[in-house]
């Protein structure tokens, strides 16, 4: 069974312990949150204020996705906010196998993501240093925008690369995730699937999950 990981990107702020209450009820399994500092990506959005208030309001394992430049610096402080699963973008980091070994040292699970444009290759020799993988199916920055197809053929290559290194790393999928591009990057091998609009943008959150289940 994959694990869905509403991003609250595209939740209603304004009564964000609600919204958690909601999602959890409707039966997610894990809570996205995106981190972003305008500079690696355009947008700006929360902190570990955010990740602290979530881990007070909600049970769900914390999944933080760091779209930022210089992660290092700040990693320590989203572990001790309550992160379970810390990912850093290979294009951010040039130490990427220290900036790993930071987030494990929290005993948080690290993970690497990547741009669409980012090759496999980036990862081939720290696999075994990886509790997951985070295929960006859009351009990182923003909810809400198209998949991209290509993420399809990029995943079955993942999957194929974990095989050969015998990893046991979750593949995770980022970006334009509904119950239209759900199978085929399930099928391809994702068993993580970040999705925003298409729950929160929704009135019924525990329908739109179930529509992404039955459609895995
Ligand atoms: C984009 C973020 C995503 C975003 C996904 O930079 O990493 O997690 O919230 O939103 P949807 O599911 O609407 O594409
Ligand atoms: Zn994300």
Same mark, same amino acid.
């Given at each position: 069974?994959?694990?869905?990981?509403?991003?609250?990107?595209?939740?209603?702020?304004?009564?964000?312990?609600?919204?958690?209450?909601?999602?959890?009820?409707?039966?997610?399994?894990?809570?996205?949150?995106?981190?972003?500092?305008?500079?690696?990506?355009?947008?700006?959005?929360?902190?570990?204020?955010?990740?602290?208030?979530?881990?007070?309001?909600?049970?769900?394992?914390?999944?933080?996705?760091?779209?930022?430049?210089?992660?290092?610096?700040?990693?320590?402080?989203?572990?001790?906010?309550?992160?379970?699963?810390?990912?850093?973008?290979?294009?951010?980091?040039?130490?990427?196998?220290?900036?790993?070994? *930071? /987030?494990? &040292?929290? @005993?948080?699970?690290? +993970?690497?993501?990547?741009?669409?444009? $980012?090759?496999?290759?980036? %990862?081939?020799?720290?696999?075994?240093?990886?509790?997951?993988? *985070? /295929?960006? &199916?859009? @351009?990182?920055?923003? +909810?809400?925008?198209?998949?991209?197809? $290509?993420?399809?053929?990029? %995943?079955?290559?993942?999957?194929?690369?974990?095989?050969?290194?015998?990893?046991?790393?979750?593949?995770?999928?980022? +970006?334009?995730?509904?119950?239209?591009?759900?199978?085929?990057?399930?099928?391809?091998?994702?068993?993580?699937?970040?999705?925003?609009?298409?729950?929160?943008?929704?009135?019924?959150?525990?329908?739109?999950?179930?529509?992404?289940?039955?459609?895995?």
């Amino acid at each position: 069974m994959g694990i869905i990981a509403p991003s609250i990107l595209s939740a209603d702020f304004t009564r964000l312990g609600e919204e958690l209450n909601q999602i959890e009820q409707a039966g997610a399994d894990w809570i996205h949150i995106d981190v972003m500092d305008g500079r690696f990506v355009p947008n700006i959005t929360y902190g570990p204020i955010i990740v602290e208030a979530c881990k007070r309001a909600s049970n769900l394992v914390l999944d933080v996705h760091l779209m930022i430049e210089k992660p290092d610096l700040i990693i320590p402080e989203f572990a001790r906010a309550g992160a379970d699963y810390i990912s850093v973008h290979a294009e951010a980091c040039p130490h990427l196998h220290r900036s790993l070994q *930071l /987030i494990k &040292s929290f @005993n948080a699970k690290a +993970g690497v993501a990547l741009n669409p444009a $980012t090759p496999l290759s980036t %990862i081939e020799w720290i696999v075994d240093q990886l509790d997951f993988i *985070l /295929i960006m &199916s859009v @351009n990182p920055g923003f +909810g809400g925008q198209k998949f991209i197809d $290509t993420s399809i053929q990029k %995943i079955s290559a993942l999957s194929d690369l974990l095989k050969e290194k015998k990893s046991t790393a979750i593949i995770q999928v980022d +970006g334009g995730i509904n119950k239209d591009s759900i199978n085929a990057v399930s099928s391809a091998g994702a068993t993580s699937f970040v999705a925003g609009s298409a729950i929160f943008n929704t009135k019924d959150y525990a329908k739109a999950i179930l529509n992404l289940r039955q459609n895995m």
